[in-house]
Each structure stands twice: as C-alpha cells, then as structure tokens.
C-alpha cells in the first residue's frame, strides 16, 4: 500500500504542474508510473517531457476503462462520467448531496473562506491516497457522510468497474484525518453485526437512523457503548462512536396455522396472540379479511373464503404482521375443488362398426341424479343439448356420438366420444343395395370403403393363396342391359390365356369378360336375354407368383331391365312404366305391341321413333325441302345419337328397292326424287 500511494502523490505533482504549465483546473498527464488515471468531462493530455498538449473530451464516452496515449506513453484510464468526481482547490463553496457518488480523484483543498458541506447519506470514495484536506480559514462540515475506498463495493457500488465484489478496509484516517472536529460513528446491529460507518463533524445531529430488522424481535431504538439511548437528535461526539441496537422479544402466534375447506364458499376465523400491534393481510383475492384486519395484543381475524369454481385444489396464505416488520406468522388456507360429475359411458364404444339399417346406442353415467345430454353432429352437448333417453336411441349411418354429464352442486364432466361405423353391404358396395348378393369361394369379398369409382365404397375380392378362388355373385332375371366399373391390381398375363392371376366376369356360367395387370377402373356392359341369369365375379390365382395387391374391385353395378322384340332394339321396361302402358298384371311385352292412341303405330314403333304412345297427333314427321337446287331432307322427332337414322332414295316410284344415301352431300346429281327415312 505504501508503494501505491508514493506513486501517487508523484502522479499528483505531474498533473499539478499541467495544471500550472496549461492554466486549467483539471488536466491530465501520463507517465511511465502506476495503473492509471480516472478522468471526467474534458481533460488536457500531455506528458513530463513537456510535449503539446491536447484536449479530450470524455463526456460521449460510457464509464469504464481505456487506454489513452500521450507523448510515447500508453495508460489505462479509468473513465467516470456518472459519479461526480472531484478535486483540486475549491473555488467557491460546495455541497455535496446524496444523489450521486462522489469520487475524490485527487485531493480536494478547502481554503480560506471557503466551506465543503457533505450532507447525510451521501457516499464519498477516495481513490489511490486522495483525501480532503481543510485548511486555516477553511470548514468541512459532514452530517453523517459514508466515507470508502474506491475499490469498496459494498458502499455505492462499483465504481472502479473493477467488475470485483470487493469491501476494502478503513482507510478513515487517510482520507479525514487531517480534519479537525471529525467524528466516526459505527451504527451496529447487535454484538459483532457491523451495520454502517458514519463520518459527522462534531457536534452535528445524527439525524434519521436505521431501523434495522430480525427475526422474532422488535427493534427497540440505539443505545451507545454506556447504555445512553440515542435517537436522531443526539449530537455526533467521542461518546457516540459505537451505537448498538436494542431488541425486544417479539411474537405473533396463530391459531388454527392451517385450515381446510370444502369448495362452498365459507368463513373461518383464527385466533391471534401478539406482543404488540399487528396487521392481518390475506394474499390471495379468493381469500377476504372480513374482520379483525389489525389490533394489538391478542385479537380475532375473520375470513371470507369465496367458492372454488373449478375442478382444482388451490392454497393460499393470510398473514398476520407484527407492526414494524418484527415477525409474521402464515395462515394457509386449502380449499378443496368441485367435484366433476362422472364422464358418461357411450355403449357400443368408441370404433365400433355395424351394418344393417340401424345400431342402438345407450348411454350411462356413473353419478346418480346426473342429467346426460348428446349430440350426433359432431358438436359437444351444451345446456341445450337433446337429453339422453332412458332406453337409448338409434343410428343409421356412420355417427360421432357426443355426450356430456351435468349434475347439481358439480361441475360439468368431460365429453364421451364415440365414432360407430355403419359398414356398407356387398349390395350396397355394388350400388345395388335391394339386391340379394352373395359371396364364397376360398374368402369372402368385403366392402372396400377406401377405394371407389364413384364414391362411398366397392366390392372387393377377399384375400387368397395359391390356387385359390374369392368369388362374388348375384342374379337377374329377364332381359336387359347389364353395365359395371372394375379393376384389378395383380399379375399381367402375357398372352391372355386365363390362366395366369385375374378377375373374370362370368353369366350363366360363361366367362364373358377378364381383367389382369395393373387397370384402370374400366367399364364392363352385356345385352343379356329373356330368362333368369347367374352373374359371377371370380377372382382367380394360379399355383404361383403374385403382383400389386392381388385383388380385384367391383362398383357401380347397373342392370337396366329391356322388352326384346323381333328386328328391333331392345326397349328399357323403365320406358314402358314411365307412360303408364303397363297395367297391373300386365307385362312390358302386351305394352309393346299395343296401340293405345290408335294412330297405327305400336308402342314399340313410338319409343323408336321417338313420338307419345298415348297421343295421335304425335307423329314421325319428314321435310323435304330444295336449296339452291338440291334436295334437303330433316325430320322430327330427332332423337340424335340415341337413335340410327338412314336416309334412303328413288328416282321414280316404280324402283323396286330404295337406295340407302345416308351421308351423301348432293343429292341431285343423281336425279333422285323420292326419299324415306328409317329410324333403327
């Protein structure tokens, strides 16, 4: 320490004479000796080899260290522009307040005439032997100063920015003791609790004090080393040197400590017993002091606990203070949360599947006297919500059925869910759901939900080994055109012998179609005859191999019942039912021949023709007509690509056989003259 501060005093006489040599009042030089310097505001830089000098401006610059060159030297420098630092010869009186650090940088000379005032709580720092210094004719006058080395971060913080958490010792008499009428004041919390060191001229007020705090006692004001009481205005003096707290017993009890309770809102009330004054204060806003919020010596604390409106338990704390923060005691209040009613139970569950037109759904729920509500469109039940019959309800299709519980004094229960899966029949997967269809073979075919044409669903072939068959098959009766979507996904017969894996389509027994590969979705149609027919999907493998998914899938199945007639296509039955020409008992076949309207045209003929069965004045009508020299023939009805027109021509009349010119563009080169249409 002594090195540092001969060093020091030698920096102090290199900066004294820049002062001199530059006529400013804080300047700065460099030297080859010590750490560094702490500059503020703008500084004059210079060096003992009497080089120019140069200002520099510290106030942008943030607090901290940085090096600084000057004449060949380079130092660190500490910058401090936040604290007030101070130094040299008062040029007039000065007040140093308690807003901000002072740091003595370098020694402060108080003149005559000339007075420094260091109000009470204000820190002043010394640093590397900086100190106050009065002289004849000067006054410092200090109300209780707190006096520390630069490097003592426990009073006023870091102001060396050393980073450290440093607490240097007491170099008191370094810094002030060469001023008379000083006196230091130890304020202490109890035998060896070290509280503050205070610096007064003597004589002075010590004014506020420290109300110092410990657990379960009450402060009970300063006394010095004789046991002379002291309070703030006692004058600073050699008696007063060490100042000691006094401590009382305190206590605070409460009685219950802890308290349970149901989720109802409720009062409890707890006794308490103090020493001395006390304050009750709940910490939570669920929790409400009532009554007996403070009183002084033994007293009543009413609570008011409000209702727990969820499901959780919850704790909170009401606290009963002893005046002047001398001990506390914590009053925990548990409040138990609502009961939940019991989440309902949906039978069949969650997943189940059905097919049929219907599955009944009953629901059930644990907690007696609960009101069960549901909902079938994927909302969850509220209040308004259809309530749950005793016996249980039905579903038709594919249904997420949600259900939710209420019960009086009780929150509501969570919500049941269950999805039930109306699986499509093997007829209604062919889209021909009145149907008697029927599966076998060595595995049943299965409705496909996943893999469609048209949507919803397919048939598709059961899962088979080598060698094995999974066969489809229905039956329809009379004459009619039958049409459906299929595809496969299995091995390609190379040359189409039907021997390899495949689905083929069977009527009556005859193979009449067969798919194998990896296909499309395709469309597959037959004419089919009067009488009953056997319609079969087979799909097939042969003793070895495999490819794609090995199956088959067929949609869309479409049978259109038709009246067969000879030399004429054949009718749809639907047609004949649409005008009404089939009478109870009678059959498609009478309708086709008859005449109802009379007009010499049999039903048949109409429908071909495309004219009302039931109207004589609804005819098949032909125009002819010249344009620009050549014949144009039209006709009504025109029924377009549902029916085959051909367009036939004479010359004259006593040709024995018409011509068939459909498609000829001119029809007068050949000088016909006589033209007919038929209609197939």
């Not at 010095?224 to 309070?231: F, H, I, K, N, P």
């Not at 609502?338 to 019991?342: E, P, T």
């Not at 009805?637 to 027109?645: D, I, Q």
């Given at each position: 320490?002594?090195k ?39 500084e004059?830089?210079g ?23 000057s004449?060949?030297?380079s130092k ?33 000379v ?7 005032t ?13 100190k ?14 707190l ?13 060396n ?19 008379p ?6 304020i ?5 609790e070290?509280?503050?060191v ?9 004014g ?14 300063w006394v ?8 703030a ?58 009554a007996?919020a ?16 969820t499901a959780a ?20 209040v548990?409040?138990?949360g ?5 989440t309902?139970t ?10 049929g037109?219907a599955?009944?759904v009953?629901?059930?729920?644990a907690?007696d ?5 549901y ?32 019960a009086?004094?009780m929150l ?8 039930i899966?109306?699986l ?5 997967a ?5 149907w008697?269809?029927?599966t ?7 409705a496909d939900?996943e893999?469609s ?9 059961g ?16 004459s ?25 389509f ?18 597959a ?18 003793d ?42 009678g ?11 009379g ?21 098949f009508?032909?125009?002819l007509?010249?344009?620009e ?6 006709w009504a ?9 051909r ?10 056989r018409w011509t068939?010119?459909?498609g ?5 080169g ?11």
């Open positions: 320490m002594k540092t501060m001969a060093w020091m005093v030698a920096a102090v006489a290199a900066w004294s004479l820049a002062a001199a040599a530059w006529g400013r009042s804080a300047s700065l030089r460099l030297d080859t000796r010590g750490e560094g310097w702490i500059a503020t505001g703008v004059v830089l060096s003992t080899g009497g080089e120019s000098a140069r200002t520099w401006d510290t106030t942008g610059l943030p607090d901290g260290w940085t090096t600084v060159q004449g060949g030297v660190r420098v500490l910058v401090l522009n936040g604290p007030a630092v101070e130094g040299g010869r008062l040029a007039a009186d000065a007040v140093w307040s308690p807003d901000r650090v002072h740091v003595v940088r370098h020694d402060v108080v003149g005559a005439g000339r007075t420094l260091v109000e009470a709580g204000t820190v002043v720092k010394f640093a590397g032997g900086s106050i210094v009065q002289e004849t004719g000067g006054t410092v006058v200090m109300d209780g100063a006096l520390a080395d630069i490097a003592d971060d426990s009073v006023g913080g870091d102001t920015l050393d980073g450290e958490e440093s607490a240097a010792g007491s170099e008191w008499a370094d810094w002030v003791g060469g001023v009428g000083l006196v230091e004041v130890r202490l919390g109890g035998a060896g070290g509280a503050q205070r610096t007064y001229s003597e004589g002075r007020a010590l506020a004090l420290p109300v110092p705090e410990r657990e379960g006692a009450l402060f009970g004001g010095t080393a004789g046991g002379l009481a002291v309070g205005g006692t004058a600073a003096g050699a008696d007063t040197a060490a100042l000691y707290a006094v401590w009382e017993a305190a206590g605070v009890e409460a009685v219950p400590g802890a308290v349970e309770t149901g989720a109802a809102a409720c009062n409890v009330e707890v006794a308490v017993t103090a020493t001395g004054g006390w304050t009750a204060e709940a910490g939570e806003e669920w929790l409400t002091v009532t007996g403070s009183g002084t010596g033994n007293g009543t604390v009413r609570i008011a606990v409000a209702a727990n409106g338990a919850r704790t909170g704390v009401v606290r009963i203070r002893l005046d002047g923060g001398n001990g506390e005691r914590e009053v925990a548990t409040q138990a609502m009961a939940v009613a019991a309902p949906v039978s069949p569950g969650d997943g189940t599947t059905f097919q037109n599955r009944r009953v629901v059930s729920c907690t006297g609960a009101t069960v509500r909902t079938l469109d994927g909302t969850d039940p509220d209040e308004s919500s259809t309530v749950v019959p005793s016996g249980g309800f039905n579903v038709f299709d594919t249904t997420v059925v949600k259900a939710k519980a209420w009086d004094g509501p229960s969570g919500v049941a869910v269950a999805r899966v109306r499509p029949s093997l007829a209604e062919l889209d021909v759901p009145l008697s269809v029927a076998g073979g060595d595995a049943a075919w299965v939900s893999t044409r048209t949507g919803g669903s397919s048939a598709r072939s899962s088979i080994g080598e060698n094995q068959r999974s066969v489809l098959s229905t039956g329809v009766s009379g009619g055109r039958l049409s459906f979507l299929w595809k496969a996904s299995c091995e390609d017969d190379p040359d189409d012998t039907g021997l390899w894996d495949g689905l083929a069977s009527v009556d027994g005859t193979v009449m179609a067969r798919l194998d590969g990896e296909t499309d979705w395709a469309e149609a037959f004419e089919l005859g009067s009488g009953t027919h056997s319609l079969e999907w087979s799909y097939a493998k042969d070895l191999g495999s490819a794609g998914e090995d199956c088959g899938w067929v949609d869309a199945v479409s049978w259109t019942p038709t009246v067969a007639l000879d030399g004429m296509a054949a009718i749809p039955v639907s047609w004949f039912e649409n005008q009404g020409l089939v009478a109870l008992g059959t498609a076949e009478d309708a086709a021949a008859a005449d109802p309207d007009d010499g045209m049999t039903t048949a003929q109409e429908y071909l023709a495309g004219t009302d069965p039931n109207d004589p004045g609804s005819v009508a032909v125009r007509a010249i344009e020299g050549n014949p144009v023939v039209d009805p025109e029924l377009g690509g549902g029916r085959t027109y367009l036939w021509a004479k010359r004259s009349l006593d040709e024995e068939d010119v459909t000829v563009a001119d029809l007068s050949a000088g016909w003259r006589f033209f007919a249409v038929s209609v197939e």
